[in-house]
């Protein structure tokens, strides 16, 4: 599903459009959950901007990316997360829903209140991951179909996310045992993305930023600005 999500990522960018992963407020004691912000759209017409949390799942992620890139086609600056049953934010959702996984679809599930959060989580799981897709978005796009009603899905998506949290904690646990896992240039390199690490390496080679701004384009002090610029292979204004 990572892969699914960088190509997305290389996608959209290609359009023009930056996008990032935000994942804590300057370090790891800030981390941002997603019951505050899953991501946000900044409408620009130069440089226009997707957010998204870094802490949420992967299948999470994918859908963020097009809900607020479906906010930047209505021209509008928004934070995804919160107030879900806004018209604006149930039309960025539906768009999203489509796009990732068409309604046809969702024709092979028989699943309503009376089935019981529990199986169908184990259900839905399956059907998501089979196509490489959010299984809260399932369960999003089954409610907005009528199978089932809004307090239903939450119980749904509020076991998803429980178990993701879960998941989440083993693997990093045993990254930490096993003392591997990237380094603090490329995670930097990764939440930035490709599109802006480039124009702030040409940027820099051009003499049109300094280190101390590129530095805080990045969201790194400046004597780590090389480090992020080099992590991710040849320079391209070398």
């Known amino acids: ?13 290609a359009a023009g459009i930056f996008v990032l992963f935000v994942d804590n407020l300057g370090s790891h004691h800030t981390e941002v959950p997603v019951d505050v912000f899953r991501g946000f759209a ?3 017409d130069v440089a226009p901007f997707v957010a998204v949390n870094a802490n949420d799942s992967k299948g999470a992620q994918s859908f963020t990316m097009i809900h607020e890139l479906a906010h930047l086609w209505l021209g509008l600056t928004g934070v995804s997360g919160r107030d879900s049953e806004r018209d604006i934010e149930k039309f960025c959702n539906d768009v999203a829903g489509e796009f990732l996984l068409p309604s046809l679809e969702l024709q092979q599930l028989d699943i309503g209140e009376s089935t019981g959060i529990a199986d169908a989580v184990q259900i839905i ?7 490489k897709v959010s299984g809260t978005m399932v ?12 307090a239903f899905y939450q119980g749904i998506a509020g076991t998803f996310r429980q178990n993701f949290l879960n998941q989440r904690g083993r693997d990093r646990e045993l990254a930490r045992e096993a003392g591997s896992g990237p380094t603090y240039p490329v995670i930097r390199r990764h939440r930035a993305g490709p ?29 780590n600005v090389q480090s992020v610029l080099q992590a991710g292979g040849p320079r391209l204004s070398a």
């Open 1 to 13: 599903m990572a892969d699914a999500v960088a190509y997305l990522r290389s996608q959209i960018e």
């Open 42 to 44: 900044l409408a620009d």
């Open 125 to 131: 799981g399956a059907f998501a991951q089979a196509r």
């Open 139 to 150: 369960a999003y796009k089954l409610h907005r179909s009528g199978a089932f009603g809004f």
């Open 195 to 223: 599109a802006l690490v480039q124009l702030v390496d040409r940027m820099l080679g051009a003499g049109a930023l300094t280190s101390t701004k590129a530095g805080k384009v990045l969201g790194v002090s400046a004597k």
